[in-house]
């Protein structure tokens, strides 16, 4: 079964702080997926990643993959106040279905 | 990016009523479309997948006779929740993608309260 975990599950950074978000994920997958969510909203897609050593920018917001380790990481540089909010990571299931399986969530609070 | 809409984003309806909740791809076509379910401070959990002319398949511990899905054209899924409680207060959000391996996107959500 695959299970997808993230930590840490809340994160208090300052601003102009540099962190990192990590996702591991139990079984081989072909891509995985970065959501922002901001509180009483959906999801918002910020990076999606299909290959082993894929790195993505966006911003303050890097993504990269690691497959062997089956192991995401969500880097932050220079946190500022704007990007306070829950980041998923997720998975899709190596199956007919390719259901998305989704980490706990990290929740973010950039502090001034 | 593709656009999926849900309707309604709010709705508060009184205990053992139903209500219908839509979710619509509009400039794509969806085969499947997905269900979850999420209370505050948590994760999103799946509750059932659609696929447009057959019956939806409910992951497990969902049940099948209060959370019904309909998946009638390529373009709309809905959700109906039958006889709600109180419990079955949640941020419902749908998704849906073209084809197996596709990118999924997401709707706006919808907050159910049962009163």
Redesign the interface.
């Known amino acids: 079964e695959l299970k997808v975990e993230q930590n840490p599950l809340f994160l208090s950074m300052q601003e102009g702080k540099n962190y990192t978000i990590y996702c591991n994920y139990s079984t081989t997958s072909?891509r995985l997926?970065w959501y922002r969510q901001d509180p009483?909203?959906?999801?918002e897609?910020l990076f999606?990643l299909l290959s082993n050593g894929a790195v993505k920018q966006e911003g303050r917001l890097m993504a990269s993959l690691d497959t062997k380790a089956r192991l995401s990481t969500l880097h932050i540089t220079a946190a500022v106040h704007d990007l306070s909010a829950t980041y998923?990571c997720a998975v899709?299931r190596m199956d007919?279905?390719?259901?998305?399986?989704?980490?706990?969530?990290t929740?973010l609070l950039v502090r001034p | 990016?593709a656009v999926v809409s849900?309707h309604p984003s709010r709705v508060i309806c009184k205990s053992g009523t139903s209500v219908k909740i839509e979710c619509r791809s509009l400039d794509f076509q969806a085969t499947t479309m997905?269900w979850y379910r999420q209370f505050p401070?948590?994760?999103?959990m799946?509750m059932a997948?659609s696929n447009e002319g057959s019956k939806a398949?409910y992951e497990q511990g969902v049940e099948k006779d209060k959370f019904l899905i309909n998946h009638a054209s390529l373009t709309l899924s809905t959700l109906t929740v039958t006889s709600a409680h109180p419990e079955d207060s949640s941020f419902y959000?749908c998704?849906a993608?073209v084809s197996?391996?596709a990118?999924?996107?997401?709707?706006?959500?919808t907050?159910l309260t049962v009163v």
């Not at chain 1, 009483?40 to 999801?43: A, V």
């Not at chain 2, 401070?41 to 999103?44: A, D």
């Open positions: 072909d997926y009483g909203k959906s999801l897609s999606v998923f899709t007919s279905s390719y259901k998305l399986i989704f980490g706990s969530g929740r | 990016g849900q997905f401070k948590q994760s999103l799946l997948t398949t959000i998704s993608r197996e391996g990118e999924a996107f997401f709707g706006q959500g907050r």
